[in-house]
């Protein structure tokens, strides 16, 4: 893999993933967005013909559908770069949790637990909460999906399922995610190979290969050797801090180089970046690596400093993570929210940072996930939002209805709501 999106760039300069299978572009439409103002900027008119943004004149004798925008601030698409649709019960009934006694291993207990309650099938709760991102300006996600034994590949057809039914809205990425560990259950690392090799998983997940599964070599192996023979990315979560965080980091680091993996490569979370003594060398190595991060702004300890790895060249995404699982009852899928609470938990004040927390939303992810830039420059998707605003960094505070969300130049969702287009 070796899509690397560049900050600033255009859908010409940006190689296509193999791990993002988008839909592909509707051919022949010419779509005119009129009277819209993108990133907040005067109003203008858009002109999309197949799917992306042109400044061409209209061509003599073809149809143009018009879509008044009445004024209305565009905005790029969003990236949820990291959520688990698999684990959701949203659009189900309250889920009460019990507290948890032992790390990750209770919460994943009551994940399963959870599982075999709902009577509601993974592809259908997946469905929903994706269809919920796609009507909140999501054009892209990278789904963490869980596979050990007591799902097998469940969790992973489901969310299949749910991606093709919504192909034309979204790109989604799938993980396949060992969450209970590959060491501690047996039979995953089998599991993983057959999803890799039936072609169920675009990315190789992992799990704190020291702190919780206590095998950093083996489950390292594992995820790369798989990665390398199938030609899949690799998003590993890592919780841990101090040592047991960064020891595996920099082993991340090395096998990245070693096959060169630069840009296909992320690590989820890395709660060990912001608590690192030299966060700046530590970025300037991440960057060297080609290895991204994720962070779901969990809180303002774990954040990561998002601006301070950017400037440094480290590519950075944000997500929802779990929504309504039993991990935590919070969470939507979305994006816009979450720059939201990225500003407000890095106690954003000034215009550029809270426009920095919409970027790493907009452009940030799509580079993790190796999409082209939705940045209405000629040749880029016409993958956008319309919301009533001000400007961006307003928009980011006062989180405005979406009124419209536009895929390749159609309007797939209105007012909330997916808009059906059979
Ligand atoms: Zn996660």
Redesign the pocket.
Known sequence: MSARARAGGTAADVEPSPAAPGPPRPAGGTTVLRDVRPMGRAAVDLRVVDGVITTGAPAPGRPEEVVDCAGLIALPSLVDA?I?PDKTSWGEPWVSRRPVGNGIAGYAEQDVELYRRLETPVAERAHRLLARAVASGTRAVRA?VDVAPAYGLDGLQGVGDARRRLAHAVDVQVVG?PQHGVRRAPGTAELLADAARDGLIDVVGGIDPVGFDDAMDDQLDLVFGLAEAHGLGVDL?LHDVGDAGLIPLREIMARTRALGMQGAVTV??AFCVPAAPDTDRLADELAEAGVGLTT?APDPARVLPVRQLRQRGVRVGLGS??VRDSWSPFGNADMLHRAHLLGLLTRARLDDELTDCFLVAAEGGAELLGLPLADFSPGSPADFLLVDGECLPQVVVDLPARRMVLRAGRVVARDGELVDLR
Do not use: A, M, N
Request: hydrophobic share 20%.
């Open positions: 990291h688990h963490h995610f979560h989820s979370h779901v993570d779990g």
